[in-house]
Structure formats: structure tokens, C-alpha cells
């Protein structure tokens, strides 16, 4: 099993930062991927971008070239650098975790708020 916690959400002002963290704990070895999704409102859960294990990195195109995934060599932390937010960035945050038979995991969400 694998525990996440997301943290950092907070209100930004449109053009403005933030940056998300999220902790993982438990059977850590078993990670494969990790990433990043988001739920605004009235709308579908929609992924943002995934960091594999090698640390490899891929974007949804809305997000792309102003959100940035990384993440630390023991895989017990991912990152998400958002910058020049948009209205339209406003979300709730969820951190996921592939492992290497197929599961998902998923923290409870933090909520970004972009708006002036």
C-alpha cells in the first residue's frame, strides 16, 4: 500500500505561482509512476502530468510549458511548479501513484483557487 498527501494549495492571482508537494509513505518500492490530476467544478477528473521512475515527464497541453513535475530519487515526494495560473487552473489537486502491477493510488486533494 501507498499513502499520499498533497499540500500548498492555496488562492493565487491570475499570472501567479504556486507549488504543490506530496508526500508518500508505505510500500514505496513498488511506485512506478507519479503525477498529478485535477477536478474543477461540474467537471470530469482530468490529469495534468506524470513523472515515471526514470523521470520522464509528460503534460496535458493545457498545462503545458507553465506547470513543472518532479520529484525527489526516494519517490516519497512529487512536485507540481505552477506558473502563469489561469482562472481556468482552479481545481482541486490530487496526487496519484502507479505501481508495478497496475494499481492506483490517490491522495485527498488540495484546492487551488486562481482568481484576483
Known amino acids: 500500500q501507498v499513502q499520499l498527501v498533497e499540500s500548498g494549495g492555496d488562492l493565487a492571482q491570475p499570472g501567479g505561482s504556486l507549488k504543490l508537494s506530496c508526500a508518500a509513505s508505505?510500500?514505496?518500492?513498488?511506485?512506478?509512476?507519479l503525477g498529478w490530476y485535477r477536478q474543477a467544478p461540474g467537471n470530469q477528473r482530468e490529469w495534468v502530468a506524470t513523472i515515471s521512475s526514470r523521470g520522464a515527464t509528460n503534460y496535458a497541453d493545457s498545462v503545458k510549458d507553465r506547470f513543472t513535475i518532479s520529484k525527489n530519487n526516494a519517490k516519497d515526494a512529487v512536485f507540481l511548479q505552477m506558473n502563469s495560473l489561469r482562472p481556468e487552473d482552479t481545481a482541486v489537486y490530487y496526487c496519484?501513484?502507479?505501481?508495478?502491477?497496475?494499481?492506483?493510488?490517490w491522495g485527498q486533494g488540495t484546492q487551488v483557487t486562481v482568481s484576483s
Open positions: 496519484t501513484a502507479g505501481d508495478i502491477v497496475g494499481r492506483d493510488y
Open positions: 508505505g510500500n514505496l518500492f513498488i511506485i512506478t509512476t
